[in-house]
């Protein structure tokens, strides 16, 4: 039950977050001014310390959602049957973790 | 209100598990990098001066996937917190609770297409 409804509570987060992004494109929108402050004010230490709590709960959600994704799979679509549990999950993490590397790399400069 | 709320309830439904699946995927990368790589040092912060930030952002893709990363995570936000507040003896107010918090979640949704389109 405390899982479950800890589960809910990342909706806090991801609301939060949701708007955090949505502050930083929209000042990407308005100059390269709006922008540096908008990068700046990420540095602050209520800013770091709330992005390390998001991405606590973003692995949180999508380690818990990873497990339950199988056992929501219809039993059959016509003849064909879903792969095994550990396949599935398997790649839910493979996509998870090559798109962050992917999109990590991209942020970070090091492709594009 | 709420056979309204029934209607829209598949909508609701898969937004909020694309703010699960798509949201939690994206935000991983972003938060690592944009939230605490760069503010800590540990990544220049010239990898996103203005002048690659915008060029990233403002090719249709990366309208898209910022689109995606803003958008998807509240619908999740929305969706959860009500149903938090249902379990939680809220099942009288949800007529209030539902369409507030998704009416935040699609306030902040047409202002992502705004600021995605204004890049």
Request: aromatic share 10%.
């Amino acid at each position: 039950m405390r899982v479950y409804t800890l589960f809910g509570v990342t909706g806090i987060i991801y609301l939060l977050v949701g708007f955090v992004v949505l502050r930083m494109i929209w000042a990407l929108g308005a100059g390269p001014e709006a922008w540096q402050s908008s990068l700046e004010t990420n540095a602050h230490p209520l800013y770091i310390a709330f992005n390390a709590l998001c991405l606590v709960s973003v692995v949180f959600v999508a380690v818990r959602f990873f497990r339950l994704f199988p056992k929501a799979q219809p039993a059959a679509i016509g003849p064909l049957k879903p792969p095994p549990a550990a396949v599935i999950q398997g790649m839910l993490y493979l996509v998870w973790i090559g798109v962050t590397v992917l999109f990590g790399a991209i942020l970070a400069g090091v492709i594009f | 209100m709420k056979n309204f709320l029934l209607k829209i309830e598949p909508v609701i439904w898969l937004l909020f598990g694309q703010g699960i699946m798509l949201g939690s995927i994206l935000l991983t990368g972003w938060l690592l990098v944009v939230g605490l790589a760069i503010p800590l040092g540990i990544v220049p912060a010239e990898a996103l001066d203005f002048g690659r930030a915008h060029a990233l952002a403002s090719n249709p893709i990366g309208r898209l996937v910022l689109l995606g990363l803003i958008a998807l995570p509240l619908w999740k936000g929305a969706h959860h917190l009500r149903h938090l507040s249902i379990d939680h003896g809220g099942a009288a107010r949800d007529l209030v609770v539902a369409p507030l918090l998704y009416g935040i979640a699609a306030l902040g949704s047409v202002i992502a297409i705004v600021a995605v389109i204004r890049l």
